[in-house]
């Protein structure tokens, strides 16, 4: 019988909650009326509440109520103070089923997602609300970047633009996807060439500019500017082109008709030389092609690019093959994966590291050819139009912390060098000429320069000899 009664009075105060006016948009329902005795406290408890929404509401006297916000459960007044509080006087509010995105003037209905640049935006239920959920990662093509800038081009010495490659593309996937290089500072170990004659090394101080595409013996021998994709090799294949190079510039031999595969490289090398299409090691990519060679472009042809990934190694060499190659002869017949029968196979000497000073470098690509350099890349980078690149500057990061300590690591080829004067016609703003891999929509024609010795692009300059057997010769040569 006790119990029947304590029912009733339950059912009755549930009936007298629903005359509480907590707020228009409350959605009535019992809180102090439901609570075990005490129902309400007399003194001020924090154990007397009860769970409303994702937090809790209290029924103590001294809950506060105010015009914006409140703590006291939305029956309080009837329940604790006896008092009849009218319903709302209008329904709450539901959800419009539509969101307004005041960047395009558009309506969009709910459960409809787009894209903003590079961010995914979805209307959304919020409470009783509809509004627009947006991603808020940074963007490549940055408006308030560019325009940054480009305000700031006559101190900072190069402009910057939109590139369409980008559309849609995050900083931290470009960083993972358009570069590839991952850092191995034990380059900085490897044996260093030293100069054939020290009065050219020394003289490379009075010569501020060379380009050696515009060597007249050399017309048509050094690559042309290549499009890695969306798959981070720039490791590979800055290491694949630097060699062709320097193989077309060995007198007497055969240098290759097709651009050397890096596809070659790219499936075929330990698994420890990389990792996927977010990068790989510059020594791996040297030590395969000196220990295995590698394939021209038409046998093993580039496919990462476009599918984002790299496959098995579809090209195997048999022992006597892996002989020849230990005895620096020609590997002949080889099964190429594309089927073709004009698919050829080069060998290399090893690599070696150019000492890190500009003296160094310029002795190097004057007597011996391109050489494979890393720089550090920041967001910056991807909307090089024209001028000489430098690192940072701008000072955009630290308006916008967001954009600070976001970089990775990029492989291109150094082809010469170059200056810019002043009234007296002393050289300024010295710079190198580099070969990038984005294509020749990128930059200049696909080429940029860079100031001497910024981001960090002198630090690991790697070279290699044309050819095994001409390394031999020279050894003997000097014996």
Known sequence: MTRIFFFVNILILLLNATNARYAEWEELKPYCSVRPHPQCCASRDDDCFMPYYDSRCYCDVFCFRGIDNHDCCPDHDSVCKGENVSLPTTPAPQPTGTCYDPSTNRQYSLGESFRRDCNLCRCITLGFETTLSCEEDLCVNND????HINQQQQYLGYKVRKYDKFNGVKVKDALNQYLGTIPDRSLRTMVDNAPDNPT?????????AYDIRSNVSLVGKIRGVRDQGKCGISWALSTVDVAAD???LVHNIKSPKEPLSVQNILSCTDKAAKDGCQGGRVAYAWGFIKDRGVVTENCYPYESG??????????HLSDADLQNIAQHRK???IQCPSNTKDGEHFNFGPAYRVRDEVRSIKYEIRFRGPVQATMRVTPEFFLYDSGVYRCGGSNFERQNPRYANLAAYHSIRLLGWGANYDQQGQPKDQYWIVANSWGTGWGTSGYFHIG?????IQETVIATYGKSTEVLKKKSRRQ
């Not at 476009?306 to 090209?315: F, P, R, V």
């Open 306 to 315: 476009q599918t984002g990934h790299i496959d098995e190694c579809k090209l």
């Open 331 to 333: 590997v002949t017949n």
């Open 246 to 248: 320097r193989l077309s």
């Open 200 to 208: 050219d090394y020394y003289g490379m101080d009075d010569v501020h």
């Open 144 to 147: 308030e970047l560019i325009s």
């Open 452 to 456: 001497f010795g910024e981001c960090e």
